[in-house]
């Protein structure tokens, strides 16, 4: 299990990565739709957490900035270790502040953050498939790029259990 900082995107951009994983789901490859519990939300993680206190965390972000809605333009696949598939993002230039800001009030709670969200490590990313095998990764490519690019409103963020599915919807978007 673990604790995600996610940003969450509009209804047109969530509907339409929906979509995709429905493509995908017809195609073969199990997408975030069929994983584990199947309440995912379409997301990009600031960070991921192993171990944490959530009172502790929610009031560390809800403490920090509120920044303005903004976008970011989906026009690249991107393939993780182990057969992560994921939608990669261009990014405005304070993102990775914004991001850095998070994971230090995080950390500040004495949580434990996953690897790849540390310093010098965080790829921007949504996934789609999280254990997609290599022989699918043309199919996913098809797919996936009969409908890029696809920009995404940004306007909410949430602390979203990935063991449970719950959310809790954050006051500011850090």
């Known amino acids: 299990m673990a604790l995600g900082v996610c940003l969450l995107f509009d209804r047109r951009a969530e509907r339409t990565l929906r979509g995709m994983w429905d ?4 195609l073969g490859v ?13 997301h990009l993680s600031y960070v991921v957490l192993l171990d944490w206190d959530l009172d502790s965390v929610l009031a560390a972000v809800q403490r920090l900035d509120n920044h303005e ?4 333009t989906f ?3 991107g393939a993780f270790r182990r057969g992560r598939v994921s939608l990669v993002p261009a990014v405005p ?10 994971l230090q009030a995080v950390r500040d709670t004495g949580a434990v953050v996953h690897q790849h969200y540390e310093t010098d490590r965080w790829l921007p990313h949504s996934s789609l498939a999280p254990r ?13 790029y009969d409908v890029l690019p696809l920009t995404a409103r940004i306007s909410r963020a949430a602390l979203v ?3 449970t599915g719950q959310v809790w919807p954050l006051a500011n978007l850090p």
């Open 23 to 26: 493509r995908l789901e017809q």
């Open 93 to 102: 230039a304070d993102l990775v502040p914004r991001q850095q800001a998070v």
């Open 69 to 72: 809605p903004f976008e970011v």
């Open 30 to 42: 199990p997408t975030l739709r069929s994983h584990t519990h199947g309440l995912h939300h379409p």
């Open 132 to 144: 997609a095998r290599l022989d699918q990764l043309p199919l996913i490519a098809a797919a996936v």
């Open 75 to 77: 026009d690249a696949v």
């Open 161 to 163: 259990d990935s063991g």
